[in-house]
């Protein structure tokens, strides 16, 4: 029997046909591929720099320039920097400075506020150090105003605040070789020097609009959803936009940000278009209020077992309990190792690795089957149903859960305008072309997304000058080099937390969380052992760019098959700053024994500590 018939056996009858569905998707994906990649987005300045200005905070704030110096210097206050404040604080730092160009802390929490904005990933799991500050999230999955406070409590939890510049953005960091300390430059003339800095700068931060022909002529409302406009449409981050009662609304866009916020459109807009490039595919979401008794019963260290178990889950491994049991793990447990171990239980033996690609691909199909037939039993209207089908394989875009999205379709008032894969065709004065037909609107949503696939700097939106002047622009044009994506040689006491050739997981404060302790050891022994400066060496770097070569497994073939988005760089793969090209493939679990092992043998390997 060949590889492919053992595994088709074992799974049973399959009610679609797989070379079917394969030559679908591989349709449906150059029905979208375009030769202008990431290029097809235009960046938001000059004149679209006002999508970006910060609607939360009062206009013409001002503040003298202030010239500092500061222990640990923390760029960014969202998860990442806040983590690494408080890692810093258990640790005994008492001098941290803490800078965000946002009024406040909070980071993607601070930004998206728009209606419906939830985390996707479990409460319990997602927010971090609820023990630490005895918090109990209301919901299995929290609403974006409970994160936000929480982000607020964590910083005020761990005297973040004291010291903190807000609406200050960065403009250049030079390293002052003979102080051996960075110096910080800032739109407000600040003066800002630190010994040790670490950057915790967000993925996902800088919004993205898309290049339509007439962008500009469009004279109707329009703002970009993580800089929601209540103050025009009314209401608040739970719903109610009483404003938009009388108004024609479109949305352009429906990914993980617009499948959330559709539904609070859709319930008060006179008429709401929502205009698709792509279907996302919007599983079960199940959310309940938290049971308090439940909450009061979990053992001390809680937090940190289930998430332990949830990563493990959702890095492919085993566990005897599912203790988050939702859509996630579902999927994991379906679509990787997991799902080859019960196999080869089944079997009495390992599988071929032919047998195994077989069965990930068939569970695939299968699952997304099962997210199809949702949509089918879901909405009324079967040719609206029909437009609303994913046609690719679960991981090439970002999964979705929601209870109310496919539901919306089913209003009278909302009308899906698909795009065959092919996007708005042009704006004009009054509304969106789709297919030669215009759609008046009186306010536009673009809910088009993040820059991705730019270089570190540019989306950081500045330069950081390193030893004998190399900017981190020139060090990473060709890509990134780091030692465990913490830090590059000739940037010493520069840390950088986030997404820089480093694992990432599902629930990615955790990752932060990992990249926080690791960074606290680094300064703390560098500290201990001398003169407090701690910096990759060229052969530590050549060292993790080598490992990180050799782990990077991760499906080349599998992001080529999937229909263009962010994750595989809109389809032209090989960009050495693509979403997931500096993500260490043996994954999470791996990547933070190595950490840990690495801190228990102290000897610092691939740092130099002078
Ligand atoms: P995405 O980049 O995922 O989605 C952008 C959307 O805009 C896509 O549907 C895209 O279509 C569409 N689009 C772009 N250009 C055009 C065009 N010319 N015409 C029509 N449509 C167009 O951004 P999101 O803000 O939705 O999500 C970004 C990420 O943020 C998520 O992947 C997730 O990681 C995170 N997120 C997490 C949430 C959570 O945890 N709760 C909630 C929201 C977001 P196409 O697919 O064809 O490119």
Redesign the pocket.
Known sequence: MTDTNVIRELLGDLDFDPDALHEKYLHERDK?LREDGNE?YVEVTRDFSRYIDDPYVDPGFTRPAVQRSHEVVIIGGGFGGLLMGARLREAGFDDICLIEKAGDVGGTWYW?RYPG?????ESYVYLPLLEELGYMPKHKYSFAPEIFEHSKAIARHYDLYRDALFQTVISRMTWDEAAGEWEIETNRDDRIRARYVAMANGP?DRPKL?G?PGINEFEGYTFH?SRWDYEYTGGDAYGNLDNLGDKVVGI???????V?CIPHLGASAKHLFV????P?SVDVRNNRQTDPEWFASLEPGWQRRRCENFNILVSGGDQDEDLVADGWTDIFRNLTGIAAKGASRKLGRRLTPAERAELMVLSDYRKMETVRRRVEETVKDQATAEKLKPWYRQFC??PCFHDEYLPTFNRPNVTLVD?D?Q??QQLTRNGVVVDGVEYPVDCLVF????EVGTTYTRRAGYDIVGRGGVSLTEKWAPGMRTLHGLQTNGFPNCFFLGFTQTATTVSVPMALNEQAEHVTYMITESKRRGSGVVEATAEGEDGWVEEMRRAAKLGVRFYAECT???YNNEGKLGNPHGFFANTYGEGPIRMYEMLRGWRETGDLEGCDVR
């Open positions: 979208r097809q998206n904005a939830a985390c996707d990933v996902l898309p339509i959803t352009i866009g429906t990914g993980a940000t617009a959330q205009f698709q490039r792509t996302s875009k970002r795009t894969g996007g708005v809910a088009t997304g993040f263009p988005g962010y």
